[in-house]
Nanobody, 129 residues
C-alpha cells in the first residue's frame, strides 16, 4: 500500500521559516524504479498549484512565485523523504501543502499532469501576524 505522509506544517509569522517533509512508503519498485516527487499547495479560495518538484534524476524545478525562498532537499540515506524548507514566508503562502509522487515512466514532472500520481493528505501552513 502506497502512503505519502506529510509533516512539519504549522503557524508562523511573516518572515519566519518552516520545513515540511514528505515520507513515501510502498512505492512500487522504489528505489530501483525512479520516481518524480513534488510539492503542491492549495490556498483558500484557489486551485491547487505545483510549488516544486524533483525528477528521478534529481533535477529540481520550482515555480516562479517561490522566488528562491523554497528549497527542496533529500537525505542521501532517506531517498524516500522529500523535504522543503521555506524561508521568508508570506501570508499568501498560507495553504494546505501536499506531496505527490509518480514513477518516471509516467512523466509527471515533464508533463505537469499529476492526476494519476500518488498523493498525501496534506499539512497545513498558516502565515499570519
Amino acid at each position: 500500500q502506497v502512503q505519502l505522509v506529510e509533516s512539519g506544517g504549522g503557524s508562523v509569522r511573516p518572515g519566519e521559516s518552516l520545513k515540511v517533509s514528505c515520507t513515501a512508503s510502498g512505492l512500487p519498485g522504489f528505489p530501483s524504479v525512479g520516481y518524480c516527487m513534488a510539492w503542491f499547495r492549495q490556498s483558500p479560495g484557489k486551485e491547487r498549484e505545483e510549488v516544486a518538484h524533483v525528477d528521478s534524476e534529481g533535477v529540481i524545478s520550482r515555480e516562479a512565485f517561490t522566488e528562491g525562498r523554497f528549497t527542496l532537499s533529500r537525505e542521501d540515506n532517506a531517498p524516500n523523504t522529500l523535504s522543503m524548507t521555506m524561508v521568508n514566508l508570506k501570508p499568501e503562502d498560507t495553504g494546505m501543502y501536499y506531496c505527490a509522487a509518480g514513477p518516471a515512466s509516467r512523466d509527471h514532472c515533464g508533463s505537469g499532469d499529476w492526476t494519476e500520481a500518488y498523493w498525501g493528505q496534506g499539512t497545513q501552513v498558516t502565515v499570519s501576524s
